[in-house]
């Protein structure tokens, strides 16, 4: 297909250019084309969450994002979470909580907390669950994610309050 | 809470973070679909718009000519395999039935069969390509109804298939081919005389739909024909080396020219055992010289994977009037789909497992059907005759009025009892799951409110054995890098390593573990049947022992003593006078006292004892809409030993969350003319977070003899009792028994309805 575009997006803090097809998703150049696999496709049309990445602050399905729509875009993917060899406190808590199985659907998740999070500090079970029904999770029954987050919460409540 | 005297370890029972975890949560970790290789080509196939036809042509040309297409193969590209059956780890299979699922030969059996399938130099031209391709088709007629499949007028699927009698002589290759594959028969005492004594005897049948395992990553696989005859296969899998056979199986070529090299993998519950994409991708490879990648779009993961079977079942129970089972009665029809293997056997042997049923009979039936080959399931056939058996069980304590924990307990399988199909029990926990229930906080918390109400059912699984292999290695520095074959899909890598820091007496975050390819570590069976924890760890523990028993020989040598009067014990070696090294010091030594220390260690003779487990589970009906809310949940389960307690948890609650999908929502959902109509993840919808509520769990621990931890398998069971759980929950909220899964507000609200006129 001719009429490849150069499509330039702020990954992670970092400015890129990118020559896409105007066909490509997003999630898709960010995986074949840049390399940023953290991010993963479990379905391809939006119903599983796995593809989450923050655009502008906003969190959306890259798999239905084309990649020449997001020019000029701020984008923030799970390999942007840490920072540098520091894990943040969503990561963290998924770690020491447990909140994972096999880990397909963990970038995706923790992805839709910072942006919960970043929205609402402090959740209430039921607000944390609304927020995360679009990210689907089979291993886990999602009890051990929740609580993740609830802690991750708290922890950074504490942090800023000191 | 453990209901048993737990000997005290240091290791075994503590919550560590997983090794693997770091790269999960930052989006290191590879999976299937993350492989990238220099020069690799990208694959797509071309799937039946048809459940059922016989294939009169394929034109591969136009896509063959399109610029960017490097490969096409169509089963004429696979070698014949003729009448083979071989074995494959967990169950033999049928070589041309298998090589047909691959890529259709002559006939198309379900919608979403693979015909075709592209390399190109990206994923748009062998999409584009793969609509070049034409195929013309004789359509034949659907057969999309298990009964209806079984009778003589049916269309016949497979002209090769005659049912297999187990324990009978196989037919005749001249008689008529069928529909129904295997015939199953079990029986125990007497049920004409059982019945007879029985105060009370329910009937009733049941309905299931086809449900899927719903992993999040869909199946993939990488492939390299390398020009020395070398094939490597990339790709998340539950067995690497089931993989490796059934790949070389399926191109025949000898196992040792196919080397499997195993991603993280993104959710498996059976359904990831079974191979689809590495031979064509091999093909494909072969043909353009280049790598080449496959992977499924969602739609093709439910058309054209293993789901678990749809069935039908009648199940009659006999009781008297004091609470006590006297026979029990199974016919169990399972939708095998398009090829012979659905689980039927577990079924029947499952369907009165969890009591001590002095007659019973169980007839089951495997039935070819227009859908897709079905595959194991998280327990396979046991949440199936879980619904059927413990709804009936509550109707029986409903009549006879008796509290439904206390009847299980009175009836509960035990050391001893032999089952319907033969083998006897070995020390179990069945009865402790349901006095841990009985004995909750849930359970005896009154339950408040307009149609709300409660429910408990129990459930089981064998669990196995099989093979396993490991080995580590002792690094100067204190540490052991351990190698071990068993894919991990829950962090099953850190339950291993583990056991193998208790056997050796150091840290878990001391030893390192690693998940080899089938070239660098000895075979292990698939991960499955709720084995890893039990067989690799048992395999782990002989590698550690190995280890104590080489660093005893080298302490022995420094300290020029004879080996015998070296020990070793809590993390050290011990000798004569009081002489000590502690692990982290002789490791220190081992450069300048003969070289590295790897210690060996296989399971190939244990097999588990079973596990049970019982829920208990409070909803409130929506009797508008016959909508389910689950409100409350406690889950008990026999662990034996639960070695890493918070994914021992998160097994339970998994399951369970599963089976309430199972039990509310989940179906395939077929047209007249056999296409799913809703293959997406919005349609087929499994439990969303707010659809549940916390999950509690009890850790029931009666140790398994047979593993030196008491370790039993724990993955499994979960998905058994929810949705008779739900089932007799809805009863006591409602009143309407319900006999057909999933419980979904169509249905619920039609028994409501019959009810209320």
């Known amino acids: 297909m001719s009429g490849k575009r150069v499509v330039t997006l702020t990954i992670n803090g970092d400015q890129t250019e990118v020559l896409c097809e105007p066909r490509q998703t997003l999630l898709e150049v960010l995986r074949n084309n840049l390399d940023f696999t953290g991010t993963k496709e479990g379905c391809s049309n939006g119903n599983c969450g796995a593809c989450t990445v923050l655009m502008d602050g906003r969190p959306v399905v890259s798999c239905l994002v084309l990649a020449v729509e997001a020019e000029g875009a701020e984008l923030r993917t799970i390999e942007g979470v840490a920072c540098g060899s520091h894990l943040d406190e969503v990561q963290s808590a998924f770690l020491e909580g447990a909140a994972l199985q096999c880990g397909i659907c963990t970038p995706g998740f923790i992805v839709q907390t910072e942006a919960l999070l970043a929205e609402n500090p402090n959740p209430s079970e039921d607000d944390i669950r609304f927020y995360l029904a679009g990210n689907l999770c089979r291993c886990t029954g999602y009890d051990k994610i929740v609580r993740a987050v609830q802690a991750a919460a708290e922890k950074r409540q504490v942090a800023r309050s000191v | ?757």
């Not at chain 2, 079924?347 to 001590?356: K, L, N, S």
């Not at chain 2, 058994?720 to 929950?729: K, L, R």
């Open chain 2, 1 to 757: 809470m453990a209901t048993a005297d737990k000997p005290k370890y240091k290791v075994i029972g503590t919550r560590p973070v997983r090794h693997d975890g770091a790269d999960k949560v930052t989006g290191r970790a590879k999976y299937g679909a993350d492989i990238k290789l220099t020069g690799m080509l990208y694959g797509a196939t071309l799937r039946s718009p048809h459940a059922h036809a016989k294939i009169k042509s394929i034109d591969t040309s136009k896509a063959e000519a399109l610029a960017g297409v490097r490969a096409v193969v169509t089963s004429a590209d696979l070698p014949e395999q003729g009448d083979r059956i071989v074995e494959l780890g967990e169950g033999a299979a049928n070589m041309r039935h298998l090589t047909a699922n691959v890529l259709a030969r002559g006939k198309v059996l379900y919608k979403g069969h693979a015909i075709a399938a592209v390399a190109a130099d990206n994923i748009h031209i062998a999409e584009e390509a793969i609509k070049l391709i034409k195929v013309e088709y004789e359509l034949l007629p659907p057969v999309l109804d298990v009964r209806k499949a079984m009778s003589a007028e049916s269309p016949v699927l497979n002209d090769d298939i005659r049912t297999e009698s187990v324990g009978s002589a196989p037919a005749s290759k001249d008689s008529k081919p069928t529909n129904i594959a295997k015939h199953f028969l079990f029986e125990k005492g007497d049920i004409a005389a059982g019945f007879a004594k029985a105060d009370v005897i329910v009937e009733r049948e049941f309905d299931t739909s086809m449900v899927h395992q719903g992993y999040i990553e869909p199946h993939n696989a990488t492939v390299f024909w390398n020009t020395d005859g070398k094939i490597t296969v990339w790709l998340s899998t539950q067995g690497s080396f089931s993989v490796r056979q059934q790949t070389a199986e399926l191109l025949k070529v000898a196992i040792s020219n196919v080397k499997v090299v195993p991603t993280e993998i993104g959710g498996g519950f059976g359904g990831k055992i079974s191979v689809y994409l590495p031979p064509v991708a091999a093909m494909l490879s072969k043909k353009s010289g280049r790598p080449v990648k496959l992977v499924m779009s969602r739609t093709s993961v439910f058309e054209a994977t293993g789901p678990t079977p749809g069935s039908h079942m009648k199940v009659k129970l006999g009781a008297t009037k004091d609470g006590k089972l006297v026979a029990g009665e199974a016919w169990i029809a399972f939708e095998a789909g398009a090829y012979t293997g659905s689980p039927i056997g577990p079924a029947c042997m499952c369907v009165f497992a969890c009591y001590d049923l002095p007659n019973g009979r169980v007839e089951g039936f495997d039935v070819c059907v227009n859908k897709p080959r079905t595959n194991a399931y998280r327990a396979p056939g046991s949440t199936h005759v879980a619904f059927a058996t413990e709804t009936l069980i509550n109707e029986i304590c409903e009549k006879i009025d008796i509290d439904p924990a206390d009847f299980r307990i009175k009836n509960a399988a035990k050391e001893g009892v032999r089952r319907v199909d033969g083998p006897v029990y070995a020390r179990v926990g069945m009865v402790e799951t349901v006095e841990a229930i009985k004995n909750s906080e849930h359970y005896k918390a009154p339950l408040e409110g307009k149609h709300r109400g409660r429910g408990i059912a129990s459930g089981f699984w064998f669990n196995c054995g099989l093979k396993s292999a490991a080995s580590a290695t002792v690094n100067p520095d204190g540490t052991v890098s351990l190698l071990e074959g068993s894919t991990d899909i829950g962090g099953s890598r850190t339950g291993i390593a583990m056991q193998l820091a208790e056997a050796l007496g150091i840290t878990a975050e001391e030893v390192t573990p690693t998940v080899g390819d089938t070239d660098s570590v000895g075979y292990c069976d698939v991960t499955g049947g709720s084995r890893v924890t039990f067989a690799t760890g048992i395999a782990a523990i002989e590698a550690a022992k190995d280890i104590q028993r080489q660093l005893i020989a080298r302490a022995a040598m420094i300290w020029d003593v004879d080996a015998s009067k070296v020990s070793y014990s809590d993390g050290g070696l011990h000798g004569p006078a009081g002489k000590h090294l502690s692990f982290k010091e002789i490791a220190a030594k081992l450069h300048g006292t003969g070289g590295a220390v790897i210690g060996r260690g296989t399971s190939s003779e244990a097999t588990q004892g079973g596990a049970f487990g019982t829920h208990c589970v409070d909803v409130e009906v929506d009797v508008d809409l016959g909508k389910v809310q689950i409100l409350r949940y406690t889950a008990a389960q026999d662990c034996g030993t639960a070695i890493h307690p918070s994914y021992v948890e998160g097994q339970i609650q998994g399951g369970a969350v599963q089976g309430i999908g199972w039990a509310l929502n989940e179906e395939y959902w077929y047209d007249e003319k056999g296409e799913m109509r809703n293959a997406t993840y919005l349609d087929y919808r499994i439990p969303t977070c707010y659809d549940v509520p916390m999950i509690d769990t009890i850790i029931v621990e009666v140790p398994d003899p047979q593993h030196p931890y008491g370790v039993r398998g724990v993955g499994e069971v979960p998905i058994c009792p929810p949705p008779a759980a739900i089932a007799n929950a809805i009863y006591d909220a409602v009143g309407v028994r319900m006999h057909d899964l999933p419980m979904s507000p169509p249905k619920l609200l039609a028994e409501i309805l019959k009810k209320e006129s």
